[in-house]
């Protein structure tokens, strides 16, 4: 084994993770390949061509590239705890009428676990990823996350579920790059067709981004189960038909399928009547949220209420907020207005550039 150690990198055949094991590899370490199988993309239902990162397309690249640099390269297969948790779960949340963050779910409960079984089976000390985030041992002695160098790509948001006990085996080689400059070593390393690949599905496993369809295809019967609702406004009104609540988000405009003569929105979901709930923009503000399912990361939990910033999408710039902790809840409250919480999607909390915690977006 090298001086540096034995590194297990998820190769999704994406160019952030080839990259990320062919820096590993040229920094000295036994690099093993591995790509997860989640997902039979052909199996979804959709007209896509295979693009996803299940694709077989997706594992030959990973594996070619690993050839190519004489480390070996194994698949995974994960489909069944794959489909029984993040899959069940997405179809499951917008039955209950929220915002499924599979991504997060995904980290939390399948990747890390499954990728830190078959490190140990193969003595790696380390596992690897390609997302752009970083990572540190604080002064307390904790593991923290905090945001990849390339603003534009940092993914700190999808990672406040990951454990210390993981998190204490895991590098994100790229966290102090940018997209652009990981493309630019992409085609040094003479790989012109990975430099110029795509990003990535935003769901790996929902085909063509048409969620509706894959709702449907995983659960034939839903549409006689829950069939059409009613579009209210908050007074109680009924300004329109819908085509069953599972089908909006919270904050969604395009695509309801009624013109009020102004912009309405989604505000909220009413899983109990099938009302979908249309409000103007503003209706969509609230000053207070909480979360439950907390994962704290920097500090093992906070004694009292901390400012911090609080980001409640993916690409939100976060909101300034105080902090209260109740146990498995917290409660965020935030200077000014925010607008479109959803509940089920996550809500992460941040201490300047450092991921504090995060967890799911309640009612
Ligand atoms: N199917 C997979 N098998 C192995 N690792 C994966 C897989 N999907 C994702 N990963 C890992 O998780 C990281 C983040 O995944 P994400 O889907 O966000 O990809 P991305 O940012 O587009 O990166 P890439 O360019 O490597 O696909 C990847 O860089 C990779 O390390």
Known sequence: MSKKGRVLVAMSGGVDSSVAAVMLHEQGYDVIGITMKTWDYASAGGSSKETGCCSL???NDARALAVGYGFPHYILDIRDEFGDYVIDNFVDEYIAGRTPNPCVLCNTHIKWSALMKRADKLDCEFIATGHYANIRMHDNGRYVISKGRDENKDQSYVLWGV???NLARTQFPLGSFTKK???QMALEMGQAELAKKSESYEICFVPDNDYRAFLRHKRPTLDQEIGPGNFILSDGT????HIGYPYFTIGQRKGLGIALGKPM???E???????????????LEKSQAFVRDINLVKYASLERPMEAVTKIRYKDAGAESVLTQQGNVMQVDFAHQVKGIAPGQSAVFYEGNDLLGGGFLMK
């Open 163 to 165: 454990s210390q006990e």
């Open 265 to 267: 929105f989604v505000i």
């Open 57 to 59: 397309d997706s594992i």
């Open 269 to 283: 979901i009413l899983p109990e009547s099938n009302s979908v709930v249309l409000g103007e923009e503003h209706e």
């Open 181 to 183: 400059e990981i493309r």
């Open 238 to 241: 009924v300004v329109g038909q």
